[in-house]
């Protein structure tokens, strides 16, 4: 029998989607890169909206927004992002931080239940400047010296820079205060076609993948591509090219069932059509929850650098820039996500295991941390045509509303 | 017996090299895009320095430095260029220029000679906003439609926006005036190591090979890098690097002895490290003096993506967007050019093709051409260490003026 008290108001949980969409909007989705000015506009909207819940709000020297309970009892963490990739969806992040808006809203005022929901919005988990640099420095994760080399991977701006345009220069970042929380938990979008193909309304999430990422250099020699002999080229490109290649054709023999991997960026220096390029790099990232996986494949990716280098036309170096260790979820949170669905899903949820990077990922390396997912029409994601169904955004709410309920103790 | 009375000055070549040199310095080559401050001041340097020629000084709506004379007699047309390549050579242009004002400071003067050599400087000859924009202008083959639609293909600043920063909006632009010249005569670095290795001085240019440039763009599917499995994934980046490679294969099969080919720009959108390109594009070029070669090549490279539109994971098209026929320069001006070698450059000359683009192939379509090569040390070109010996700078100026005056009938 579903608790009537955990009713989800999904009428108020769309028009708070929808005010969000309309800061920043771009087609169907949103284009809110973090410290942008819709990113700021959102950031205050949450700040306008978090006493509705009983909450003070407030955002820290990172633009990490905290709303915070002076309820007696123990206190549910639960939140997620409000910035986008560049002209991406609308329910990246803004989803996860209204269900937790509306968990707050629905728990906090009542008095039958003891402690209180409170909110986050991380700042930059879509990368901008980094990699969850909010959640991470509310970890105590990130060091001032990582914020001072902090750059807008778009337009290059220092992150310092971007603090001050925001009026945040200077203040300080809130760190999370042991013992004040019993755990954390976050809704999000699936980003796969996994809930949807099986007809199904959450995912209950068993991990998170750890992201590996590589920045891979390759050294040639520039110079002119009229009056240079093919024979005598050290083209940087099309080794970079000839890489990319083999690891299409090598890493299915050394991967797990579930890794995937990405080049997402290639840089030729200098980038014009009459100049052999001299230089060129690529940003490549490993994932999979097996870290006994991710270092057979570095090994790989360092073997077929070393071939390269022996072949001595050009040199390549491999950089890992970054070490994601995947991150286990809660069982009690698994399992209060799990009932909740009984009660207001009918049941129609899977445990799976996210391939995409969360900020509870992070929270979970000093809580007790736990995700719900909700589908994604199609799979798509980190696109601005991303969506997910009306209902099935409401369905999401009514599990999270009641799951939040039953990690409380209610 | 040389005739003395073609005595290039050293000193003054040298200094007016320099000169042009500290503008816009880049280590020890220049940073000099067209249109920008640096190139700007190298027009107006120009401007300064022809009436030292008896010419008089004007640059055109396009850009072009023109220096004209009033002088009696055929006008021999010589000159290059004066910006460079991002962050390029120091001689790649301004060599060309200088050598052409020298000619005309020294045979101008010279009442035995009838006629005077009249200089130009023909603007973004290196392509920053489309290709030898400034020498098509003046042989009447760029439209006021592809001034409008050019663009600076580093920052993306119109024409138009560039024309006005530089005072230049408005102003007519030149065209060549039928029968006013006997030719055009260019000099410049060879940009390749056949002179240096061969030990020789002068680079007698036989024809200059067309480039033929297309781009290449795939179409995928943008998703997110970690919750779309391989199987499923429309990687439009894999797709590119995977052309590249099959290019390097399959084209030494069908090309010509002195074929080149070469992929200078690669971009994947978004180009975020999380997510799975969903479209790509390569900038990529041919170049050959046969245009039966070419055909081939093209015909190669049409069927090879239907191969990949034919495997249906991406699709992919390709467009021509440069079609250079080959230029063959004047044998009465190659024949000047040699016999001023054997005067001034003890007969260390070698006839040899360009397989970079000139100014001079444009010019070539309404007058008779010729170009000279002075050597480029280790063949370096379009990049900032691009050199020549201070000796060969000034046995190319000698037998440059000399080879001026030859051609006017001195």
Redesign the interface.
Known sequence: MPDTRSRADGARVHADLHALRAIGAYKTGVHKPTFSEPHRQSLEWLVRKLPEAGLTAAIDGIGNVFGTSTKHGPNLLAGSHLES???AGWLDGPLGVVYALEAARVLNADPSLKGAVEVAAWCDEE?HFGHFLGSRSYVGQLTEADIDAARD?TDGRTMRDALADMGLAGRARVTAEPGRHVGYLEAHI???DTLESGHLAIGVVTSI?G?W?YQINFLGE?????????A?RK?A??A???F??AI?ERF?GACGP???????????D?????????TAEM?F?I?DDDPAVIARLEDLLRTMASEVNAQGRCSVTVERIRTGAPAMMNSGFQDAIEAASKDFAGGRSLRMP????HDAQTLAAIMPAGMLFVPSIG?????WTENTADDDIVTGAQVFVDACRRILGG
């Open positions: 990739q560049n002209y990368g991977r699936e980003q796969g993948v992201i990422q520039q110079n002119h591509a009229g009056t240079t002999r093919m005598a083209d490109g099309l970079l090219a000839k990319c290649v299409d299915p579930r890794t995937v991997w990405t080049t997402g960026r290639i840089t030729l200098p980038g014009a059509p009459s100049i052999i390029p001299g940003l990232q994932r996210s391939g995409a990077g799979g798509i994601s980190h696109h």
